[in-house]
């Protein structure tokens, strides 16, 4: 069936760089996108960053500037990176499936990422 | 940027009753004759789900009680009759253009 777990350092300190991997099972990289959503507590979902069943990519344009999205497809992985992190960027980062209409399917249970020296 | 702007912010229904979610686009989400609006619940502590896509398609699993709308850019999230399994809240979201934006989101209580 189809999964996505997320997965990441839980802790980051300010002006550092978060890597999070996306790993999925029961599709193919190659047939469905894969976007990053994130959700600061209490607070609503905010898109961050999809790659697209082609490779293609595309960033909330208020975050571009820091962020690296890719996929290792042999691996079933898709990989987001953000560069000088915040407190505000302190949230629940989630991965999301989507077709060719963009809606988001299935849901990984997403990772709790806190930024705090 | 396509802007959604979602009301009310919080709701009160009385159990079995009908509560009505509103979402308007700052402009058009139509593609090819399809409006890619979507709608999720998330229930406290949980991810969201997929309730509706494309503005009336319920996705599986989902029960008839939650159904679709839409009126010059002003779509509908209704739910009739409320259950208590209900109390959440509740996000649209556009697919039509990127960056993918969603609205701010609408608490669902039991009155």
């Known amino acids: 069936q189809v999964q996505l777990k997320e997965s990441g350092p839980g802790l980051v300190q300010p002006s550092r760089t978060l890597s999070l991997t996306c790993t999925v099972s029961?599709?193919?990289?190659?047939?469905?996108?894969v976007s990053w959503v994130r959700q600061p507590p209490g607070k609503g979902l905010e898109w961050i960053a999809a790659i697209w069943s082609g490779g293609s990519t595309d960033y909330n344009s208020a975050l571009k500037s820091r962020l690296s999205i890719s996929r290792d497809t042999s691996k079933s992985q898709v990989l987001l990176k953000m560069n000088s992190l915040q407190t505000e960027d302190t949230a629940m980062y989630f991965c999301?499936?989507?077709?060719?209409?963009?809606?988001?399917?299935?849901w990984g249970p997403g990772t709790m990422v806190t930024v705090s020296s | 940027n396509i802007v959604l702007t979602q009301s009310p912010a919080s709701l009160a229904v009385i159990l079995g009753q009908k509560a009505t979610i509103s979402c308007t686009a700052s402009?058009?989400?139509?593609?090819?004759?399809?409006?890619?609006m979507h709608w999720y619940q998330q229930k406290p502590g949980q991810l969201p789900k997929i309730l509706i896509y494309n503005e009336f398609s319920r996705a599986p699993g989902i029960p008839a009680r939650f159904s679709g709308d839409e009126a010059e850019l002003n779509f509908t999230l209704t739910i009739e009759p409320v259950e208590a399994d209900d109390v959440a809240t509740y996000y649209c979201?556009?697919?039509?253009?990127?960056?993918?934006?969603f609205g701010s989101g609408t608490k669902l209580e039991i009155k």
């Open positions: 979201q556009q697919g039509l253009t990127f960056p993918l934006t």
């Open positions: 999301a499936r989507s077709g060719y209409y963009w809606y988001f399917d299935f």
């Open positions: 029961g599709f193919s990289l190659t047939s469905y996108g």
């Open positions: 402009e058009s989400v139509n593609k090819f004759g399809i409006n890619l």
